[in-house]
């Protein structure tokens, strides 16, 4: 493998490759590359901790997660090999019944048979919506997101009610659902989720899995095999300058690549490594970081987050990112989902009871109001972590306010929604109110990628397009990797770390151009047992 030029003046630090991010996604590219024999990498982050948007911490001897807290699906999924290979699930544990009360503002209790049927009717509404993406019929006229289709649905289907009061109940149901979709979806409403697109997300076959000692145990096992000398942290980037502005513009001849340019800049529309010069030069990119220090590598992967991309992409990268780049990174959506962690000292829920729902009466005119007055009316649900430790949701621009609000004011207005809805004006105050801050977090600025009305699998395809310096070069000057940038696993775990995996991958096999491979097979009279053994890698 070849190595990173010289040292050329006593500050520079050089490096073959310098991944932006510890996050899951960084730490994966590091971890494959480790795996691979290659330690000449850097990974810079800016944070004192790894993780990223997994962040767990510890109340009254429970693991919570701020950020990712479940593995989702079994199947495929590398997160929960990790998970199993580290004996990090309770394979053992036996599932918790799961009671759910719906319950109104005047605290009346909604039939379960009701909160049944609606459900039921939400989740086939759901799916019709998914289906659009892999069928060839198109939607209603003018219905152009999730949101605008499920409650076209849903008027249909209350339509057949001829009890107004019946009516209304079912709908502030649908609307309940809604809003927890918002918060499964990272967005404001529904309606800001594209109805052609929202198949485009595959869901793995399994289920949702807990990790007993929280999201973050899974980082061990990733981060273990990476020498602690190359994982830097408060070390936030501050400029990468990555190509020369004033490089010639000519046009390639080489038809196995296509070159787009902006600005005399050059971005490779192929995944595939062309066939050049070995006497061509490595890249030279300058990565400065807050605290003076500089870095010169010949390939950036960067991990950061979508949300932060949408906030410093055009003023980071030297010269500016291709526009067509940018522009993606603008068409999606990186919206905020925060977390309420309530503590208590006694517990005061029914044991039955696992999780409330509450069906806020909202009118059209209160929607309209300053956020102060209705910022709570966006939570849908108090569910339990334990008996005396209660979780809620909240996501969009309610979940923006929230944390501009103290804990202790967070606190009171859920004891204050707690006895209204469970009619009980001795519901106690906790003892201790936790919330997620993801919009305000300046590494992260939100919480996960959607797809926004409009953009399509395409943006992620050209955000995750690599970069090159100049048309001749194997090995591009930039990576971007992370949950925004898998087609079908956008706002997962496990897609961020697949992307992290694949980049380094995209590297050694750079590497391996123009290299001869040799297959030793001394012991066997053909390839077969050779072929066996092959354990072949996405």
Known sequence: ?????????????????????????????????????????????????IGGRISSFEIQGEKLDLGANRIHGVLGNPMYEIAMAHNLIDIVQTPKPHKVVAALEDGKQVPF?????????????LHRCEEYFLCQYEPPEGINSVGEHINLEAALYLDKIPDE????????????????????????????????????????????????????????????LIPPE?????????????????????????????????????????????????????????????????????????S?????????????????????KLEAIDRLLFGTVNKIFLVYDRPFLNTDVTEV?????????????????????????????SETLLLGWISGIEAEYMETLSSQEVGDTCTDILRKFLNDPFIPK???????????????????????????????????????SNSLQTRPAVLFVGEHTHTNFYSTVHGAYLTGRNAAQFLIDCALIGSEIVVDCKETADLSSFIQGMSLQE
Request: proline share 4%.
């Open 1 to 49: 493998m070849e190595e990173a030029p010289a040292v050329k003046t006593k500050n520079d630090k050089f490096v073959k490759t310098l991944i932006i991010g510890a996050g899951i996604a960084g730490l994966s590219a590091a971890n494959h590359l480790v795996k691979n024999n290659d330690t000449n990498f850097v990974v810079l982050e800016a944070k004192d901790k």
């Open 165 to 224: 009061t019946q009516k209304h109940v079912r709908s502030l149901i649908f609307q309940c659902l809604l809003k927890r979709e918002s918060c499964i979806s990272g967005c404001d409403n529904m309606n800001d989720i594209d109805l052609l697109e929202l198949g485009s997300y595959v869901e793995l076959q399994g289920g949702n899995i807990s990790l007993p000692k929280g999201y973050s145990s899974i980082l061990n096992p990733i981060v273990k």
């Open 304 to 324: 950061l987050p979508l949300g932060v991309l949408k906030n410093c992409a055009r003023t980071l990268f030297s010269p500016p990112l291709p526009d067509y």
């Open 113 to 125: 048979s009701i909160l049944q049927e609606i459900f039921e009717a939400y989740s086939c509404f």
């Open 357 to 385: 729902l509450l069906l806020w009466n909202q009118t059209n005119d209160e929607l309209k109001e300053d956020l102060s007055s209705r910022w709570f009316k966006k939570i849908y649900s108090f569910s339990k972590v």
């Open 430 to 468: 906790p003892k201790l109110c936790v919330c997620s801050q993801w919009h305000s977090d300046k590494y992260s600025q939100g919480s996960y990628t959607a797809m926004a009305v409009g953009a399509t699998q395409f943006e992620i395809e050209q955000i995750k397009e690599p970069l090159y």
């Open 230 to 302: 190359k994982l830097l942290l408060s070390h936030e980037v501050t400029k990468v300058t990555w190509a020369d502005a004033d490089a010639d513009s000519e046009e390639s001849d080489d038809s196995s690549h296509t070159i787009v340019e902006e600005s005399s800049l050059r971005s490779r529309h192929n995944s595939d490594c062309p066939t050049e010069s070995q006497s061509t030069p490595p890249n030279r990119i300058e990565v400065v970081c807050n605290n003076g220090v500089r870095f010169i590598a010949e390939t950036v992967i960067c």
